[in-house]
Every structure is written in C-alpha cells, then in structure tokens.
C-alpha cells in the first residue's frame, strides 16, 4: 500500500496521498474505519482526521500519542498502525469485489 506515515515527536501522521491505491474504497470511508480500528485497540490516542480540500491535497489521520509512550513504543505503534491499514485496506476491497458479485 502507497501510504506514508510519519512520527513527529509524539504524534504519528497517516497520510493518504492518492486515490489509486484505493480503488473503489472511498478515501474518507476508509480514514473513518481506520479511525474506528486504532480506537478500539488504544482508546487513550487522541485522533484527528483532516480530509483533503484544495489546500491539503491529502486526507491524514493524527494518532496523538500519551507523553508518556517512548520512542520505542511509538515506533511499534506505527508499525501497527501500517498494518493495521493493510488490512483494512484489504478487507474493505473483498467486500467491494463480493458485492459485486452478489449484485
């Protein structure tokens, strides 16, 4: 998946640069499931979403972190952050594909 996700001090920055990698998945129902995922395993991330519009060409989710996690622990938050879009990514394209053929 062509994402990028960064760190920046204690906040990890999810960026969806382009539709493509998408396909048929809508970009914002996607940043919402996402949202919804990383909630669900760590309720004390502070979330933002930021969608694009014509200045921001990208929609990103912040996933602020507590100050208390350490550079090792926001490290393997992104690492599952990564995956944890893979898989959405992945399970939201099979849906997509079933429907599909279901219709």
């Known amino acids: ?10 906040t990890i920055i ?24 990383i909630a669900l395993i760590w309720p004390q991330l502070r979330l933002n979403k930021i969608f694009a519009n014509r200045k921001q060409g ?12 350490t550079n090792e622990q926001i490290r393997l938050v992104k690492l599952q952050i990564e995956l944890i879009a893979s898989n959405l990514l992945a399970d939201l394209k099979d849906k997509i594909y079933f429907a599909g053929l279901a219709g």
């Open 14 to 37: 999810y960026t969806l640069p382009n539709n493509t990698v998408l396909g048929q998945v809508s970009p914002f129902l996607f940043i919402e499931k996402l949202e919804d995922e």
């Open 1 to 10: 998946m062509v994402t990028m996700i960064e760190i920046k001090g204690k």
């Open 58 to 69: 990208t929609h990103q989710l912040y996933c602020v972190l507590p100050s208390i996690f």
